[in-house]
Structure formats: C-alpha cells, structure tokens
C-alpha cells in the first residue's frame, strides 16, 4: 500500500489504501492547514526527481538542503560525523539514491535522532535505507507519530547520551518532548549545540527566541522559557545551528541565557 506525505508540514503517514482525512501535526495550533484545504503527497513517486546539496558548516558537520522544494517545511537536518559513528540530526521529506550513497561514502548513518514531531518527515524510510538503523525520539513526542516502526526508540527522561559528547536533552517548550542535541567533540573542542526550533536562531546576528508557534505567532510562556535556560545552563557550547541557515556564533551558551532572561522581562 502506498504512504501518504502531508504536503505543508511533510510528515509521511503509516502505509493505507487512501489519503487520511486529516493531518494533526497541522490541525494543532503550532501549525496550519492551507486555505484550499489538505493535500497528500506519495512520496515515492517524486524519487530521485530532486537534488540533496551538501553544505559545510564547519569540521565534521554539513547541513542538507533539497533542491527544488516539493513538499514540508523546508527545514536542513544536520549530518555530523563524530569519532564513533555518523548521526543525522533531524529530517527532511525526500531521500534519492545519489544522498544514499553519499552518506554511505561518508561511512553511513549510525543513528537518527529528531528535535520534535514537525521535523518527523519519513524518519522510517530513511531508517530503512541504512539497515534499520535507531531513530531517537523523545516518549512525550509518542503521541504525534504518524509512522509506527520497531526501529523509534522512545527515550525518557531529561537527557539520554549517544556517545561520551554526544547528548540529548529534553527542553519541552516547542513540545513536551522538543529536544536539542550538544557535541562537546566538535573539532575545536568548543562545544555545538544543534537546537532548532527548541531553542531558535533569528535571522538577525547573535539573536536567538522561544516559540510555541511559529507560523501562528504564539509565544512560549515565561515559566517553560525559564525551564529550558536552567536545563541547557550546564552544557558549554560555542555554536547554535538551527534548521534553517542561520547559526549564532561564538558564545552562544551565554547568548541563550541572555535571551532567556530578555524573553522573560519582555513578557512581565
């Protein structure tokens, strides 16, 4: 049976013989439905019809973009290449052969672990293309996926460790289970924080803000902004990237806590 992608946000559904009726990741206040209505997408029929282009951040981390757009959001997961293996941080909708093979010249994907369920995109195929390889996804993040499969692994908890500097922490905010990763191993030994939409870089230098809804503007309320300044306060890191270009660096450690508290005075 074929699977059906949710044209606006991009999250591929478990396989059925007919579209679904509705889209909930859309249908939740921190998106949107498209004034002519919901419309599917099969992912497997655009296959190979686009290009993956490899962006170079810096040492061991490239960012990944589609070219052209299709389908979703247009978020950049991040491709990371730490000492014990490769890790894709995030997702996007389309995956093609030519991407496949790259990734595996680069040594394949040892894991895939995902910041919230708006980043979900078809997490399960890309899992399926490198030998069922782990997809980590916070427990309180559950209820919004869309795809079952054995190979998602539920974490729990404020944080769970990949590798001795690499670590998941659960922020909440953006969602009860909205999650960043920190390498402490990036190749200057300062410390990276992949934060996404948890924790999000504007489109101005060094300015970085909270959000329950981004396309809806809905602010984040002071006490969970608080929250995900004192759970990240312990970790060190130089650089923040988010997933749509733009990064602040250097400091960014003491740039989120004085956005925290910007936010906070802001709101009183």
């Not at 924790?199 to 309320?221: E, G």
């Amino acid at each position: 049976m074929p699977k059906f992608t949710c044209k606006v946000c991009g999250v591929q559904h478990s396989p059925a013989q007919n579209p679904p009726a509705r889209c909930l990741i859309c249908e939740d206040d921190r998106q949107y439905v498209r004034a002519e209505g919901q419309k599917w997408v099969e992912l497997a029929q655009h296959k190979n019809q686009h290009d993956t282009i490899w962006h170079k951040v810096e040492d061991n981390v490239y960012r990944l973009s589609i070219t052209p757009h299709l389908v979703g959001i247009g978020q950049d997961p991040h491709f990371i290449q730490t000492q014990n293996g490769n890790y894709l941080w995030d997702c996007m909708p389309l995956i093609n052969d030519q991407l496949i093979e790259d990734i595996k010249a680069k040594g394949g994907l040892k894991a895939i672990a995902i910041s919230h369920p708006h980043f979900y995109s078809n997490v399960v195929d890309w899992s399926q293309a490198f030998d069922n390889i782990p997809i980590y996804i916070h427990i309180n993040d559950r209820p919004w996926v869309q795809e079952a499969s054995d190979n998602i692994l539920f974490w729990e908890g404020d944080e769970l460790r990949l590798e001795d500097d690499v670590t998941l922490i659960k922020c909440g905010g953006h969602f009860n289970g909205s999650s960043v990763m920190h390498w402490a191993g990036a190749s200057d030994g300062q410390g990276i924080l992949f934060a996404n939409d948890t924790i999000c870089p504007q489109k101005r230098i060094n300015s970085i803000s909270f959000m329950y809804s981004f396309p809806n503007v809905i602010p984040l309320p002071a006490r969970k902004v608080a929250h995900i300044g004192k759970i990240i306060a312990p970790y060190k890191f130089d650089r923040l990237y988010g997933a749509f270009k733009e990064n602040v660096m250097p400091n960014a450690d003491q740039l989120v806590q004085q956005a925290v508290k910007r936010y906070i005075k802001a709101l009183e």
